[in-house]
């Protein structure tokens, strides 16, 4: 009986180790760092979608300003062709372009548009390229505006740095 009973505390005693061993941990940090690995490969290209949309939209936002400053001009503006957008609010001498670019200002707050402040709103890699300028275009035939990134005036199917008025 007393051989029993000393088996049995062995036993308790054996049974106190609580926690995981080092191999086990080891293993489970192998397993997060795979998972990891596999949710940032998925996810980053939708990362940078979602970047490319938030520039569309800046240059969406300022295309819908310029069709609203043209509108309201009071004299017909004539074509513009590849014109830069920091033009307009730097104070210009081009006597077509002063017939809208006071509305224009306005419509941006009274904000000048600067490279910098381009620079912080556009966070898509094509727009972290480089040196670039946001342009535009009006057509005094049809009154489209075209708005694009430096570059992208050709206005390709799914070309994300490129927004035309209707």
Known sequence: MKKVIKNYLA?????????????????VMAIMAILV???ASQVLPYMEKSRQSKDQQ??????TDLVSAIAQSTEPVDDVDGQDITGLTAGTTDANLKKFAGTFVGLQND???TAASLKAKL?????SK????????????????????????AGASGDKMYVESN
């Open 123 to 127: 966070k898509s890699k094509e727009a």
């Open 130 to 153: 480089g040196q670039y300028s946001i342009q535009f275009d009006y057509s005094s035939g049809d009154g489209k505006v075209k708005v694009y990134l430096s570059g992208h005036s």
């Open 111 to 113: 904000t000048a548009v």
């Open 58 to 63: 800046v240059l969406s936002g300022y295309c």
């Open 37 to 39: 690995g596999i949710v």
């Open 11 to 27: 036993k308790l005693q054996e049974n106190d180790k609580k926690g995981f061993s080092l191999v086990e941990l080891i293993i």
